[in-house]
């Protein structure tokens, strides 16, 4: 599995959306794209944003979304706040060999 | 509500060995896979280890292979990672993870610091 690109960052101003992209993502692996998203604030747990390319856990706002086109995954952040400053991170999942890998981060401001 | 709590995290010199602990609760623990991620200094995650939740499988990165031993204890809701000949590359914050239903890592804990150093 190579590795995922990430742009090392992204910003944009409260109520606006910023999308950030993964790219390199495996082919679907017995029919599934087991993409997911993660947020992560300095000296907290990380948190799972979207599972399965495009699914959100009901606890995380619909603020969040997530989406595909060929082998490049993307996040998008509608209605920016000031809480969203975080590092986001991709991961996918490619089969047995050395299965799971995570993109490199994107650090996300809110000017 | 489900938790993770990781501990076992210390100081060890190069070549030296170290077992992190990882305990769930809030969920039923056998039926779901769990992961070992980690972030070195100034670093992302990097995938470290996965075991699933029948003994039926263990997965590990290459950069630990052949080092690091995941395993669990179902009835303790415990999973154990045995780190051997340490390397000062292996100086991160190691995070525990319930596995959720697509391949992804859905419960995170709060992680717990190994330095390897001299």
């Known amino acids: 599995q190579s590795a995922l690109t990430q742009p090392p960052s992204a910003s944009g101003s409260p109520g606006q959306s910023v999308t950030i992209t993964c790219n390199g993502v495996g082919g679907d692996v017995g029919g599934y794209m087991f993409v997911s998203w993660y947020q992560h604030r300095p000296g907290k747990a990380p948190k799972i944003l979207i599972y399965?390319?495009?699914k959100r856990p009901s606890r995380v706002p619909p603020r969040f979304s997530g989406s595909i086109s060929g082998n490049t995954a993307s996040l998008t952040v509608s209605g920016l706040q000031a809480e969203d400053e975080a590092v986001y991170y991709c991961g996918s999942y490619a089969g047995t060999n050395n299965p799971w890998v995570f993109g490199g981060g994107t650090k996300l401001t809110v000017l | 509500e489900v938790q993770v709590l990781e501990s076992g995290g210390d100081l060890v010199q190069p070549g030296g060995s170290l077992r992190l602990s990882c305990t769930g609760s809030g969920f039923t623990f056998g039926n779901y896979g769990m992961s070992w991620v980690r972030q070195a200094p100034g670093k992302g995650l990097e995938w470290v280890s996965t075991?699933?939740?029948?003994?039926?499988?263990?997965y590990y990165a290459d950069s630990v292979k052949g080092r690091f031993t995941i395993s669990r204890d179902n009835s303790a809701k415990t999973m154990f990672l045995e780190m051997n000949s340490l390397r000062v590359e292996d100086t991160a914050i190691y995070y525990c993870?319930?596995?959720?239903?697509?391949?992804?890592?859905?419960?995170w804990g709060q992680g717990t610091l190994v330095s390897v150093s001299s």
């Open positions: 399965g390319v495009d």
């Open positions: 993870a319930k596995m959720g239903s697509q391949k992804d890592f859905d419960y």
């Open positions: 075991i699933s939740g029948g003994f039926d499988g263990a």
